[in-house]
């Protein structure tokens, strides 16, 4: 299962990022369940938990503005339309996931993928940014207890 949706999540990034690109360049044709199920279609002898996949991608598309508003105070420095494209869709899926599937998916779990996920399609730094807003969400948002004594906001 773990693999499994591991690809769901590819499948959701790629889908989210798609979609929002196609909306900035003003494509007026852009229907997100066409991208889905094309993307699912792609995998669909690999990934079983399709209601998974489709929950995130529904559920980010829904709270994208509650999940913008929640990253951008986490990181102060990155206005979130300066935020890479792949990032910000990385950090909306797994803010989504700390928030709203907890009891689905353990939060640790939820951090790892997001960071799998920027170390395959971020750039070289994505990795330790995600990470890093990440750890700092969980904290702030999850447990209630901020940074560490010493500022760090490292999970892994």
């Not at 709270?63 to 990155?78: G, H, K, M, V």
């Not at 890479?84 to 907890?102: K, P, T």
Request: with cysteine; glycine share 8%.
């Amino acid at each position: 299962m773990a693999s499994n949706r591991h690809l769901g999540r590819i499948v959701a990034l790629q889908t989210l990022y798609e979609y929002e690109f196609r909306v900035e360049c003003g494509d007026t044709s852009v229907e997100i369940d066409e991208i889905l199920g094309r993307n699912m279609s792609r995998y669909e002898a690999a990934i079983k938990d399709t209601d998974f996949v489709q929950a995130l991608v529904s559920g980010v598309l829904k709270e994208q503005a509650a999940l913008d508003a929640t990253i951008q105070p986490i990181a102060p420095d990155w206005p979130i339309e300066q935020i890479a494209r792949i990032d910000r869709s990385i950090l909306r899926i797994g803010v989504y996931e700390l928030l709203h599937q907890g009891k689905i998916v353990p939060p640790k779990v939820v951090i790892n993928e997001a960071v799998e996920l920027a170390k395959a399609f971020g750039s070289d730094n994505s990795s330790k940014f995600v990470n890093g807003v990440l750890g700092t969400a969980y904290r702030t948002l999850v447990e209630g207890t901020g940074a560490d004594s010493d500022g760090d906001t490292t999970v892994r």
